[in-house]
């Protein structure tokens, strides 16, 4: 079975100052990896997600995240935050020798960016 | 949101009473889902469709129904047997390449907020 941890229920960031939300993984083949934001009463928008290649993947609003294979760990990052960027983020996987079947959510951080 | 509609936005049900939660796709995706998010659960599967006429269960399909008549359409049904439909229901669909891509992206809808009353 796989299974994502995000272990932070919260986090807060002072406006212009760089931003790590968690996540770490487990998942028995290759792992995708992917990451999607949600504002109030919204659906899922889609920043990023790790296929293979280069371990720093590049992401919608300047947004990147860091695959991390020894560590099983896929951290959301940007460099400045805005207060635009106060929202739920999620982090999900699945098995890349499995089909178009659905995807593992982690439980959501919430990311608060204060002025 | 893109092109992945959800009506209504809000929903109520009475006590034994079934309904039907409605996503439509006009971006020609072959995989349609459905989750459900709790306040600090996250999201967990409940239907998913590769292909018209074929749907799966997902982790936590009992109370639920679905159907898949069309490509675009991939209706939800909250049957009575379901104990506790209170929640925020999010419809997905995604492209499936040839034999199926564990790679694809899935493109959310806005969400419909179920409520019992």
């Known amino acids: 079975a796989q299974s994502v941890a995000q272990p932070e229920d919260q986090v807060n960031v002072a406006e212009g100052n760089p931003l790590t939300v968690k996540c770490t993984y487990s998942v028995s083949g290759n792992p995708y990896l992917f990451w999607y934001v949600q504002y109030p009463n919204r659906g899922l928008q889609f920043l990023l997600k790790?296929?293979?290649?280069?371990?720093l993947v590049k992401g919608s609003y300047g947004f990147e995240a860091e695959f991390n294979k020894s560590q099983t760990s896929f951290h959301l990052k940007k460099p400045s935050a805005l207060v635009s960027d106060s929202a739920l983020y999620f982090c999900?996987?699945?098995?890349?020798?499995?089909?178009?079947?659905?995807?593992?959510f982690g439980k959501g951080t919430h990311l608060i960016i204060q002025p | 949101d893109g092109g992945i509609t959800q009506s209504p936005k809000y929903l109520f049900r009475k006590e034994g009473q079934n309904v039907t939660l409605s996503c439509e796709q006009n971006l020609n995706h072959d995989a349609m889902y459905w989750y459900r998010q709790d306040p600090g659960q996250g999201l967990r599967l409940i239907y998913y469709s590769q292909i018209v006429n074929d749907f799966q269960k997902g982790d936590i399909a009992e109370g639920y129904s679905v159907s898949r008549e069309k490509k675009e359409s991939f209706p939800l049904t909250v049957t009575s047997a379901q104990k506790n439909p209170t929640a925020f229901y999010l419809c997905?669909?995604?492209?499936?390449?040839?034999?199926?891509?564990?790679?694809?992206?899935?493109?959310f809808g806005p969400g419909t907020r179920l409520t019992v009353l």
């Open positions: 997905a669909s995604s492209m499936v390449a040839f034999g199926g891509s564990a790679s694809d992206t899935q493109y």
């Open positions: 999900a996987v699945r098995d890349g020798g499995g089909g178009a079947d659905g995807l593992t």
């Open positions: 790790y296929i293979t290649g280069d371990n």
